[in-house]
């Protein structure tokens, strides 16, 4: 996979690419992650890129100009052309299956917004999609882009190299993970769950999912909707109240 990423401070970037799994991920060839600076396609003798807004109001705007050419010129550099992802609180929200969206495509070319948004046109002619971390302001899309490509990356198959791991985590398969533990069997007389030592795996499969469905019913019902629960999983949290 490819991706690019046009943002003002490609520097921002350099810290998060260069650890952990995407580090991994980049040294296997898995992805390949390319940093443009947009100012290369400003104009003028300061490469202006932004400017004030039509109609007034605070702050500046990312002109149209310099924001079409950089985009027409990095998608140019592959022959997958791929989709263009504006981060912006305007967005769809982030999700899981989104991510997995996203992950099954060959090439990304990120678009950070900054300042006080984009020109319209920007919107409308340019960009393939919209992506939104939450309902909140960051100072631009640049922490929304590291975020987004770390949720895609470890998806990319060898990232991780546990696959059975990939899909027990949170969010995952639509519910929140079980609760773990590790050794000692008893820390400060708070034992580990006898079920988890007992070496019954049907069981142990059992305690998980029922653990994993009170988890998102306490802290994320609204998860409960979209999850797919059997009848038999919808008895039992009734029976548990």
């Not at 046009?6 to 520097?11: D, K, V, W």
Request: hydrophobic fraction near 40%; charged fraction near 25%.
């Amino acid at each position: 996979m490819r991706i690019d990423i046009i943002t003002l401070f490609p520097e921002m970037f350099r810290g998060p690419f260069d650890a952990s799994i995407v580090a991994r991920a980049r040294e296997q060839g898995i992805v390949r992650i390319e940093l443009h600076h947009l100012r290369d396609w400003g104009e003028g003798r300061h490469n202006t890129v932004d400017d004030a807004p039509y109609g007034g109001g605070a702050g500046m705007v990312l002109k149209p100009a310099p924001v079409f050419a950089a985009v027409e010129a990095v998608r140019a550099l592959d022959a997958e052309p791929g989709r263009v992802v504006l981060l912006t609180p305007q967005g769809r929200l982030l999700t899981q299956p989104i991510v997995n969206e996203l992950a099954a495509l060959p090439r990304l070319t990120l678009l950070c917004g900054h300042y006080e948004g984009v020109d319209e046109r920007i919107r409308e002619h340019l960009v393939d999609d919209e992506i939104s971390l939450g309902d909140y302001v960051l100072s631009g899309g640049e922490l929304a882009a590291m975020v987004l490509v770390d949720a895609v990356v470890r998806l990319l198959p060898g990232a991780l190299g546990g696959e059975t791991s990939l899909q027990e985590e949170s969010h995952a398969q639509g519910l929140l993970e079980y609760p773990q533990y590790t050794r000692p069997a008893d820390f400060r007389g708070w034992p580990v769950p006898e079920v988890l030592l007992s070496g019954n795996h049907p069981e142990i499969d059992r305690w998980r999912r029922q653990q994993s469905l009170l988890r998102t019913r306490r802290r994320r019902p609204d998860l409960l909707v979209r999850a797919g629960l059997s009848d038999e999983e919808r008895s039992w949290l009734e029976e548990e109240g």
